[in-house]
C-alpha cells in the first residue's frame, strides 16, 4: 500500500517576493515614469526633429517612417507629442508649485489670524472656488495676456484657493493640539511655533492634493493652449498640437488623436496615483 502524500497547503507569499507597489498601480506608474523620461531627456526616446517640416510627408498615416503619422506641414507626430511633454507637463508642475506655495502661505494666515481677517479670506477662498478653474484662468489670461509666464500665473491662481482651504483647516486643528498649547505656555516665539510645530503637521494632505492638482493643471494649460494662449506656434506643445490638428480632423485623424491621448493618459494616471495615495493617507489600504 502507498504511503499516503500529505494535502498540499496554500502558503502565504513571502514578504520578499511581494510586489513593491499595487498591480492597479504599476500601468500608472510605468507611464508616469516614461512621461518624465520624455520630460527630462526627450531624445531618448525620439531622434526626429518636432520643428523639422516635410511638405513632402504632409498628412502621412502612421507607418515604419512616422509612426504616429506626421501633421499638415509633414513634422513628425511621435516627436512632436514627446517634446511636447515638456512644454506641457512643466507649465503644470510650475503652476501646482506656485499655487501649493500661495495656498500654504494664504491657509496658515487665515488659520492663525485673528477672527475678522481669518474671515475675510474664508469668504474670498469660498467665493474663488464657486468658479470653474479653466474659467477663473482664461479671466486671468485675458486680464494678464497670452504667453507661458501668465499661462503658469492664472492657472496657480485657479487652484489657490484648494490648498488654502485645506491648509486653514488643518491649521484649525493643529492650533488647538496640545503641543503648540503646551509650546505658548513655555513662551516659545509665536514664529518658532508656527515654523516648528504648526507647518510641519499641516502638510499631510498637500502631496496628494498636489498629485491631483497636477492632472487639473496639465488639462487647464492644455486648453489655454489650444485657445492660443500659451506657448505659440511652432513650439510642440499638446494644447497648441489640438488646436493645430482640428482643422484636418476629416483627412488626418492621428494628427489630433495622439496628442489628446497624450493628455488623456497623464491626467488619468496622475489621477490613480493620486487617489492611491489618498487612501493611503486616510489608512484605507496598507
Known amino acids: 500500500m502507498s504511503a499516503l502524500t500529505p ?43 518636432p520643428l523639422a517640416a ?18 499638415h506641414l509633414g ?6 507629442v514627446v517634446h511636447g511633454a515638456r512644454h506641457s507637463i512643466s507649465i503644470g508642475v510650475a503652476a501646482t508649485v506656485l499655487a501649493v506655495t500661495s495656498g500654504v502661505l494664504l491657509g496658515l494666515t487665515a488659520g492663525l489670524s485673528p477672527k475678522w481677517l481669518d474671515e475675510a479670506l474664508a469668504r474670498a477662498f469660498d467665493v474663488l472656488s464657486t468658479l470653474p478653474e479653466l474659467l477663473l484662468a482664461l479671466l486671468v489670461v485675458a486680464i494678464t495676456g497670452p504667453g507661458t509666464g501668465n499661462v503658469i500665473f492664472a492657472i496657480a491662481v485657479a487652484q ?14 493643529v492650533r488647538h493640539s496640545g503641543y503648540v498649547e503646551q509650546a505658548v505656555t513655555f513662551g516659545r516665539p509665536r514664529l518658532a511655533i508656527t515654523a516648528g510645530h504648526v507647518l510641519p503637521n499641516v502638510l499631510g494632505p498637500i502631496p496628494v492634493l498636489a498629485t491631483i ?8 494649460s492644455s486648453g489655454l493652449s489650444f485657445l492660443g494662449m500659451g506657448p505659440q506656434p511652432p513650439a510642440a506643445e499638446w494644447g497648441a498640437m489640438l488646436s493645430e490638428a482640428r482643422n484636418y480632423l476629416r483627412v488626418a485623424w492621428w494628427e489630433a488623436l495622439f496628442p489628446g491621448l497624450a493628455i488623456t493618459l497623464t491626467v488619468v494616471c496622475l489621477t490613480v496615483v493620486g487617489r492611491r495615495l489618498q487612501r493611503r493617507f486616510e489608512g484605507r489600504t496598507p
Open 7 to 49: 494535502a498540499s497547503t496554500p502558503r502565504s507569499t513571502p514578504a520578499s517576493l511581494r510586489l513593491p507597489i499595487a498591480p492597479g498601480l504599476l500601468l500608472p506608474s510605468a507611464f508616469l515614469v516614461l512621461l518624465a523620461l520624455a520630460v527630462a531627456a526627450p531624445a531618448l526616446l525620439t531622434g526626429a526633429d
Open 54 to 71: 516635410d511638405p513632402l510627408s504632409a498628412l502621412a498615416p502612421p507607418g515604419a517612417g512616422h509612426w504616429f503619422g506626421s501633421d
Open 75 to 80: 513634422r513628425d507626430v511621435l516627436s512632436r
Open 160 to 173: 489657490i484657493p484648494n490648498y488654502a482651504r485645506v491648509i486653514r483647516a488643518q491649521t484649525f486643528v
Open 213 to 220: 492638482g497636477l492632472g487639473q493643471a496639465v488639462i487647464a
